[in-house]
């Protein structure tokens, strides 16, 4: 059995996949850390290993190209993309909320009524929770104290919208095995895990640890323990020159900080 096709099979059930999306992804996760330009060649085995047809990808990277999120280069009759000016500068504040590290769950909450649940987790009603003492300026009303929650309160005040993406991304990491992956499948559910939490990630900010579902607790943690599983084997097969494409250059010293600096 394949051992990525429930993955595979969860992504498309979606609808049609975004193709351009699935390439931001892979560009920002592995391209980015080493030398920021890949082959088409290799983008192709990633994303054929996902169901992306090459008509498909060529028409995603001509739209990126178009509306200036990547660069297409050629060396000879070898053609390689990079993020643009653009693309790099959403990337960069992109990348420090996608890998940020789990956090600690703090000891004091503050309860505010505000407008701006940008830093916290929104309860509704104007009510937003926020990691530690302090409100920001402007708040109308803040209380600050410990923090204790009936279980499964989380589930139940998260838009519809948080439950279903946090419950597809759960359903993704019970049904994966790094230990079972060849190489070129682990850089295939790399893409899948990371391009499944980049929308989570970047969407809503993270359930403190209190409010989130019980099982399976807080999600971060559970993403980073299967990255830092996925990445050396999924590393060594960007590094193959026998896989028919050519190998990206080593990474450099922030793929070692993905989820370990806040």
């Known amino acids: 059995m394949d051992p990525l096709a429930p993955l595979i099979d969860a992504l498309h059930a979606e609808g049609r996949p975004r193709v351009w999306s699935l390439v931001i992804t892979v560009m920002g996760d592995a391209v980015q850390p080493r030398g920021g330009r890949v082959a088409l060649a290799r983008l192709a085995l990633i ?12 028409t995603a990277l001509s739209r990126l190209a178009r509306d200036g999120w990547v660069v297409r280069e050629r060396t000879g009759r070898v053609s390689h993309y990079r993020l643009s000016a ?78 279903t993406a946090l419950d597809r991304l759960f359903a993704d990491l019970d ?25 989570i990630s970047l969407r809503w900010p993270d359930l403190p640890a209190p409010l989130a579902p019980v099982p399976p607790g807080p999600a971060r943690p559970r993403v980073a323990a299967a990255y830092r599983r996925l990445l050396p084997v999924s590393e060594a097969w960007l590094s193959d020159p026998e896989t028919g494409a050519e ?16």
């Open 47 to 58: 994303l054929g290993r996902l169901g992306v047809e090459p008509g498909a990808l060529r």
């Open 86 to 163: 653009r693309g790099l500068a959403e990337y960069e504040p992109a990348a420090r909320r996608i890998y940020a590290a789990p956090a600690k769950t703090p000891v004091v909450w503050t309860l505010a009524l505000t407008e701006d649940a940008a830093d916290g987790f929104s309860l509704g009603g104007g009510l937003s929770l926020i990691s530690g003492p302090e409100a920001k300026a402007g708040t109308a009303l803040s209380v600050t104290g410990g923090l204790r929650c009936a279980p499964g309160i989380g589930t139940k005040l998260m838009p519809p919208e948080q439950r």
């Open 175 to 199: 049904c994966l095995d790094p230990a079972e992956l060849s190489p070129g499948d682990a850089m295939a559910a790399r893409t899948l895990l990371i391009h499944r939490w980049r929308r």
């Open 247 to 262: 190998p990206l250059p080593g990474a450099d010293a922030s793929l070692a900080r993905r989820f370990t600096q806040s």
